[in-house]
């Protein structure tokens, strides 16, 4: 897996837009970048991944550079419930379909305030 | 995407003895995930269940330890054996996305060992 750069945390005011970055520098042509959040004493839990382009889910965004060396991921209208540890993943993939195990990093963990 | 049944959601248990945790797949998977969350920690990769092989192990993970049975391709077992303390985290299971393209990956909702 590509070795992914967080910030370990980041606090957002409820109702704005939270936006969380990730370097993956090392990420090769075909790989995509994974999120997810782990929200306390649960599983983690997908969010959104991309290749390329920017992508666009009804949870979130994700915006990647063009030379794919880094990411964002955008929380539109953050609340309260979006406040969790967000992870940025590059996994091992062929062909857009994921395989192989995951490398979790430390993550950012995110502080969504009223 | 996949629905996982993990079982326990949590238990304490006395140093010694194991405890056998158990993920149901509402698919068939080839490949299952086994992973360890130590106390305000990330996620750590204990092995990789296929079914109909033995698990592979990941470094500093040994099969003494963490046996793993995978009898089908909806169900596998992870033991934590000879427990101690040491071993009080948050156990989970994962299974990959289906389908091109996939959903990322599932978890069980995970099983929060404590020893003691």
């Known amino acids: 897996d590509a070795k992914t750069t967080q910030p370990p945390s980041m606090d957002c005011a409820e109702g704005r837009a939270a936006n969380l970055p990730c370097n993956h520098s090392t990420i090769s042509g075909n790989e995509y970048v994974y999120w997810y959040r782990q929200i306390h004493s649960q599983g983690p839990q997908y969010i959104i991944h991309g290749l390329k382009n920017n992508e666009t889910n009804e949870m979130a965004s994700l915006i990647i550079t063009e030379d794919r060396k880094s990411s964002t991921l955008i929380l539109p209208h953050a609340t309260l419930r979006d406040t969790a540890v967000y992870y940025c993943?590059?996994?091992?993939?062929?062909?857009?379909?994921?395989?192989?195990?995951?490398?979790f990093g430390q993550g950012t963990i995110l502080t969504v305030h009223p | 995407s996949a629905v996982i049944s993990q079982k326990p959601s949590r238990d304490i248990c006395q140093r010694g003895t194991s405890l056998t945790i158990q993920c149901q797949v509402d698919s068939q998977v080839t490949m299952m995930f086994w992973y360890r969350q130590q106390p305000g920690q990330s996620l750590t990769l204990i092995a990789t269940?296929?079914?109909?092989?033995?698990?592979?192990?990941e470094s500093g993970f040994v099969i003494d330890k963490f046996p793993i049975s995978r009898p089908n391709l909806t169900f596998s077992t992870l033991t934590v054996s000879n427990m101690s303390p040491e071993d009080s985290s948050i156990y989970l299971c994962?299974?990959?996305?289906?389908?091109?393209?996939?959903?990322?990956?599932?978890f069980g909702s995970g099983t929060r060992l404590t020893v003691v």
């Open positions: 994962s299974v990959p996305g289906t389908g091109t393209p996939d959903y990322g990956y599932t």
């Open positions: 993943i590059v996994p091992a993939s062929a062909g857009g379909t994921s395989y192989g195990k995951l490398t």
């Open positions: 269940a296929n079914q109909g092989s033995e698990a592979t192990y």
